[in-house]
């Protein structure tokens, strides 16, 4: 009962494949990961390679627990905020951890979505998102987001160079900020793991291993040699050094805190309910509606067909007399 | 029938006017009662021919062999249409040797260029060949084009494959290029939550051309939300190469997109959602000799349909097998028109390529039983199971809770589970349907029906095909049995049943 109980609840994360060296190469995937591997909790990785345009993916599921990235802002938050795993408890006031993280969530994400859809041949975002779809499906929904990317940064062509500078600029500060915010610590803040670290680190591991050397945005992290020394440092030592593929019969703790995480946060919010209702009520008013509506269409049929003519005859071929 | 043709006896009495406005079928059976006039030799003066000569011919045409052999056919009327494609629909009148024959071969004449629907009337005329060579007649083939070559319309259809009824709205061009090309575009409602927006252009069978060939880009979009919690999403492009009476053979290249908008699905359905190219061939055979397919009292029907998917080069192209076999017998009892009709559809899907052991099977592809419509009726697999709903048998999945849900139970629309379907499926039912005593009912064709039937549907594929054992099969059998009646329209069929 107790294995029943405990397989239910296994920690599956899905992401896009691996590549690159990198246990998953996708930039909002890479992350959650990290962050996973931070909070020691055991998880299985599974890989979705079908579904490169999807907003809901990376998602962390266990029994039927789904926390979907488009969702509360993120697995991370998700996760967080269902108090299933939260390193952020202590730092999630300090105004500087704040405004660290949106620099990272918002010039570095922008820059590094530049890069990989806009600024390079596009041979990376190939490999991570299309290489398992057949090549026109792949063709097409690569041009797609490079045309989604554009707009979402505001490129246009006549301001696609202004635009570049403007984006190579802010992920210049950004990094200067980090490198003298990090100095030669072993994590941002603390000296202990947060989310901060986990989104920085999948986004350096991600600009180091994916993109060529001629790569603009990532000859400019090199620069600062303490960044680069701080992500290979983490990398050796929560990425390669255990596997993530099996869980460990003995780890019974994190998976409990998923099961009680669970339970005690099934409080109903009064937020959602009225929108619930609401959407209650429409749908019945739609059923409804739908049931006149086929009960008025079928009488008028069942009318004209029953007092309507005769059948019209048809000529019957044996064609096969005539065939050759 | 012989008043009609006597109304156009025309006054050249060496003429045998075959007028397709007439629209009456004629057999060699009937051509005693033909009042055609009918003269081997061409008579100059323009009164009628000897009575008893006409006597004389009719008693030949009607029991003896009348040879007779067709020199030449002319073809008029046809401006736009080619020439080539009308000499192919009436090719049979050239292998005619006897009045009988010919005459018989007129008329599939007749009815072949009308199924082109590209022409408002057609007109076979048969008339005597050159006096230097007695024993021929030549053939005029006179046909009136369409004047207006679009055409609406909007019905309620059921299509060979679909599940169930839609409205549809269809825009017809006819005859562009005159090869007798049909172009149409259609909207398509249907009522499971299905809508179709596709184009297509069908050519008829030339000359160079074994059978009518047929393309069709379509956009179809299904809502599974309720039952499975995905929508189906295909852009496809469907071929249709062979196309014979009981053969027919298609290729599908299509892009299908699952998706999960309302992200309550379960983990199966979730490990599904996303992109694949479906590149298939499908080929059909068919045999149906029943006397009706609405209310079958009398006959048999077998289908057999394969598919192959995955026949482009690229590894990464969904690829499986299926195969699916209809087989209907229905034979009559004799007192209130009753009849009993049985049935077994069967349907198995296996996916191929590198790991198929372990693969799971296209998730649009597999068998789902359930709904409410007929078996004696419909001729595409298994699919209905009477007395359960839609996709209600086989395997389940518990779907996303998120928190509140638990609280308030489970919601009232749906079970929190979403059906998975099987790959292998079977059903079989036995239905005995009888006319009402009442004649108002009978007479408007309105029956009742006792049925019974038993479905079954099983998971093969991700290794479950290794814990597959027959006795497990048969414990997961599932019945239904009932009686109903049916009100048959002009339209639809209509059935109350419980």
């Keep these: 009962m107790d294995e029943q109980v405990n397989q239910r609840e296994e920690v599956t994360l899905v992401a896009r494949k691996a590549c690159f060296g990198l246990p998953t190469a996708c930039p909002s995937c890479l992350p959650v990961y990290i962050y996973l591997k931070f909070a020691q909790t055991p998880f299985n990785l599974d890989f979705n390679l079908t579904y490169p345009d999807s907003d809901q993916i990376p998602y962390v599921e266990s029994g039927t627990y789904v926390a979907y990235n488009n969702e509360k802002g993120g697995v991370i938050e998700s996760l967080k905020e269902d108090g299933i795993v939260d390193l952020d408890s202590e730092v999630a006031g300090v105004p500087d951890w704040i405004s660290t993280k949106a620099v990272v969530n918002t010039w570095l994400a922008d820059a590094l979505m530049y890069e990989l859809w806009v600024g390079s041949n596009g041979s990376s975002a190939h490999k991570i998102y299309f290489s398992d779809l057949p090549w026109p499906i792949g063709k097409f929904l690569y041009f797609k987001q490079t045309r989604i990317t554009k707009q979402l940064l505001g490129i246009t062509k006549d301001n696609a160079d202004r635009r570049e500078e403007e984006i190579y600029g802010k992920a210049t500060i950004a990094y200067g900020a980090l490198a003298t915010r990090l100095g030669d610590q072993s994590f941002f803040f603390e000296n202990r793991p947060t989310s901060l670290d986990a989104v920085f680190l999948g986004h350096a591991l991600f600009m180091l291993h994916a993109f060529p050397e001629t790569s603009v945005l990532r000859s400019k992290l090199l620069e600062h040699s303490n960044l680069v020394r701080y992500a290979d440092k983490l990398r050796t030592e929560f990425i390669e050094a255990g596997s993530s593929s099996s869980i460990p019969p003995s780890h019974a703790d994190p998976l409990s805190s998923f099961a009680r995480g669970g339970t005690s946060n099934w409080s109903s919010k009064p937020k959602s309910k009225p929108k619930k209702e609401r959407t209650e009520e429409e749908k019945k008013f739609r059923r409804r509606a739908k049931y006149f509506l086929v009960t008025q269409l079928v009488a008028v049929l069942v009318f004209l067909s029953l007092l309507g003519g005769s059948h019209d005859a048809e000529v019957e071929l044996d064609d096969d007399d005539y065939d050759d | ?498």
């Design chain 2, 1 to 498: 029938m012989a008043v009609s043709v006597e109304e156009h006896q025309k006054e050249q009495p060496q003429v045998v006017d075959d007028d397709d406005d007439n629209d009456e079928p004629l057999n060699g059976e009937e051509e005693e009662e033909d009042a055609e006039d009918f003269e081997e030799e061409e008579e100059e003066s323009e009164t009628f021919p000897d009575k008893a000569k006409m006597e004389n011919l009719f008693r030949r045409i009607s029991t003896e062999r009348v040879p007779l052999r067709v020199h030449d056919v002319l073809i008029k009327g046809n401006t736009k249409t080619k020439d080539s494609l009308i000499e192919s629909e009436v090719e049979v009148l050239k292998n005619a040797t006897t009045v009988q024959e010919l005459i018989q071969a007129a008329n599939v004449a007749n009815a072949r260029l009308r199924r082109l629907e590209i022409f408002d009337s057609v007109n076979i005329t048969l008339d005597s060949g050159p006096p230097e060579l007695p024993g021929t007649a030549n053939v005029i083939v006179e046909v009136a084009e369409t004047k207006n070559p679009i055409t609406g319309d909007i019905g309620v259809f059921s299509k060979p494959e679909a599940r169930s009824w839609s409205l549809e709205g269809s825009l017809k061009l006819k005859n562009l290029f005159g090869f007798g090309d049909l172009w149409d575009s259609s909207l398509a409602c249907g009522w499971d939550q299905t809508s179709e927006v596709s184009a297509g252009v069908s050519l008829p069978k030339l000359k160079r051309l074994a059978s009518p060939i047929s393309a069709r880009i379509a956009l179809l979009s299904q809502d599974w939300l309720k039952f499975s919690s995905y929508k189906d999403r295909a852009l496809g492009l469907s071929l249709g190469l062979v196309s014979s009476r009981n053969h027919e053979l298609a290729y599908n290249v299509s892009w299908r997109t699952l998706m999960d908008p309302s992200q309550m699905a379960s983990r199966s359905i979730r490990r599904q959602l996303g992109h694949g190219l479906l590149s298939s061939l499908k080929y059909t055979f068919k045999i149906d000799r029943r006397n009706s397919p609405l209310r079958p009292t009398r006959g048999y029907a077998f289908v057999s349909t394969s598919q192959i998917g995955g026949l482009v080069p690229d590894y990464r192209s969904l690829r499986f097998l299926r195969q699916e076999l209809d087989l209907r017998y229905a034979f009559p009892l004799g007192f209130y028109n009753a009849a009993l009709n049985f049935g077994v559809s069967s349907g198995v899907i296996f996916p191929w390529g590198d790991g198929f052991s372990n693969m799971a099977s296209s998730l649009p592809e597999r068998f789902f039983l359930g709904g409410n419509s007929s078996p004696v009726c419909t001729l595409g697999g298994p699919m209905t199971l009477l007395g359960f709903k839609s996709r209600g048998l086989g395997l389940t999945e518990p779907r996303r809770q998120i928190r509140g849900n638990s609280s308030d139970g489970s919601s009232e629309t749906s079970s929190g589970r979403d059906s998975l379907g099987g790959d292998l499926a079977l059903t079989a039912f036995a239905d005995l349907s009888f006319d009402l005593p009442l004649r108002v009912l009978r007479d408007a064709g309105i029956h009742g029906h006792f049925f019974a039937c038993a479905g079954n549907l099983t998971k093969l594929t991700e290794n479950a095909y290794r814990d597959f054992s027959f006795q497990k099969y048969h414990e997961s059998v599932r019945s239904s049995a009932g009686f109903g009646i049916i009100v048959p329209t002009k339209l639809f069929r209509m059935e109350v049943s419980a």
